[in-house]
């Protein structure tokens, strides 16, 4: 009978650590999260409500109505913000690769291999990220068609395999050049 009040006892005070435990990180978490900051990068309407209020107060029309040149001023900045910071969309390109010759990719780069057999290459002991599979595909190894590659670091990329007749076509997403293989 004390075997099983001692139990009891001890289910009780471990669920309520674990709601009071609960309870104490979601609070903390919802306070932390500050709209409009590097938490919550997503451009609310509130945001853009106060913007437009702080833009047409600078006009000097009392908030009654927005400079056209000055929001096409502040719509340009916010463009070339997202361009320096990487957040604009880089455009996908076809890229024909000959037999001897290897695709290398700079840093952030991503490839789709979608025609050809590919091997991957590496100067050094690393390989390169299938994120498909979520594997590391070592120097000389296959590469599959229709896979994501990532390449965090340049340097690496893809060549044909030996003795294969045709190139290879590759999607390719962010800079990249091709080299003569030695």
């Known amino acids: ?12 005070i ?8 609960g309870t104490r990180w979601s609070s903390e978490a919802e306070d932390s999260v500050v709209p ?6 997503v451009v609310t309407k509130s945001y853009i409500d106060k913007k ?13 109505g927005v400079d056209e040149k000055k929001l096409q001023e502040m719509l340009d900045a916010f463009r070339s913000e997202l361009e320096q910071s990487g957040g604009g969309s880089q455009q996908v390109v076809v890229v024909t690769v000959p037999v001897g010759k290897r695709l290398i990719a700079k840093d952030g780069a991503e ?8 091997m991957a290459y590496s100067a050094d002991s690393n390989g390169i990220s299938d994120l498909t599979d979520g594997k590391d595909i070592k ?5 599959p068609n229709d896979h994501l ?3 965090p670091r340049g340097g690496r990329g ?11 076509t590759v999607l390719v997403r962010g800079e990249y050049e091709i080299q003569v293989q030695p």
């Open 158 to 168: 893809v060549t044909a395999q030996v003795g294969q007749k045709s190139g290879l």
């Open 36 to 41: 409009g900051s590097v938490n919550d990068p």
């Open 52 to 64: 437009l209020a702080e833009l047409g107060n600078q006009s000097g029309s009392g908030g009654q």
């Open 139 to 143: 120097n000389g190894k296959a590469v």
């Open 149 to 151: 590659i990532l390449f």
């Open 111 to 118: 490839f789709i291999v979608r025609a050809g057999k590919a």
């Open 14 to 21: 471990c669920i309520g650590a674990a709601v009071w435990v």
């Open 1 to 12: 009978m004390k075997k099983q009040a001692f139990r009891l006892t001890v289910a009780v």
